[in-house]
T-cell receptor, first 115, second 117 residues
Framework: DSGVTQTPKHLITATGQRVTLRCSPRSGDLSVYWYQQSLDQGLQFLIQYYNGEERAKGNILERFSAQQFPDLHSELNLSSLELGDSALYFC??????????????FGPGTRLTVL | AQKITQTQPGMFVQEKEAVTLDCTYDTSDPSYGLFWYKQPSSGEMIFLIYQGSYDQQNATEGRYSLNFQKARKSANLVISASQLGDSAMYFCAMREGRFNAGNMLTFGGGTRLMVKP
């Protein structure tokens, strides 16, 4: 158990819908990262938050957005869903400042299926 | 250009034997970190081992060791005494910049390891 929690574990929805994925980082970790794993694109970085602020953006579509709340949990919002958005979405967390390593620990993932 | 390359899509190894999974990387940043993760069929990503670019010695964690050859830009994972539970996808990843910058990871395409009894 990495200490990172993600809900829900599975999500099945229809095209055009909107969903919210939730992540709670490990205790003490200030940084949260979102990654998407799909068969055709592999593992790709989407976005990073550090202590409530957006810190870096990767290959995140405009239909996707995220935020990190004061209690450090994070949510990834996916809207106007398309079939191609079906993927495994991971949240990871790391200490960043104050640690001797920046190892990112991953949650169990949310498997999104868009029908 | 690919930043992380894993050239072995799939590999077989006999139980109790050692196996090496290849990873080459490309960066111009003198500060970087290399990570290996294991992804079993259940889907979770499990951190295995880390090597920093300035680390003088190769990293080891139990049965896992990292064969770090900086000049060749390779960071191969060595698993000793393979077990059936080692059957999984293995991903090599790189973080560019200093470790306290908390930068994103770039992943390779992965290697599927299958351990034969």
């Amino acid at each position: 158990d990495s200490g990172v929690t993600q809900t829900p574990k599975h999500l099945i929805t229809a095209t055009g819908q909107r969903v919210t994925l939730r992540c709670s980082p490990r205790s003490g970790d200030l940084s949260v990262y979102w990654y998407q794993q799909s068969l055709d694109q592999g593992l790709q970085f989407l976005i990073q938050y550090y202590n409530g602020e957006e810190r870096a953006k990767g290959n995140i579509l405009e239909r996707f957005s995220a935020q990190q709340f004061p209690d450090l949990h994070s949510e990834l919002n996916l809207s106007s869903l398309e079939l191609g958005d079906s993927a495994l979405y991971f949240c990871a967390s790391s200490v960043v400042v104050g640690g001797s390593t920046d190892t990112q620990y991953f949650g169990p993932g949310t498997r999104l299926t868009v029908l | 250009a690919q930043k992380i390359t894993q050239t072995q899509p799939g590999m077989f190894v006999q139980e109790k034997e050692a196996v090496t999974l290849d990873c080459t990387y490309d960066t111009s940043d003198p500060s970087y970190g290399l990570f290996w993760y294991k992804q079993p069929s259940s889907g979770e990503m499990i951190f295995l081992i880390y090597q920093g670019s300035y680390d003088q010695q190769n990293a080891t964690e139990g049965r896992y060791s990292l064969n770090f050859q900086k000049a060749r830009k390779s960071a191969n994972l060595v698993i000793s005494a393979s077990q059936l539970g080692d059957s999984a996808m293995y991903f090599c990843a790189m973080r560019e910049g200093r470790f306290n910058a908390g930068n994103m990871l770039t992943f390779g395409g992965g290697t599927r390891l299958m351990v034969k009894p």
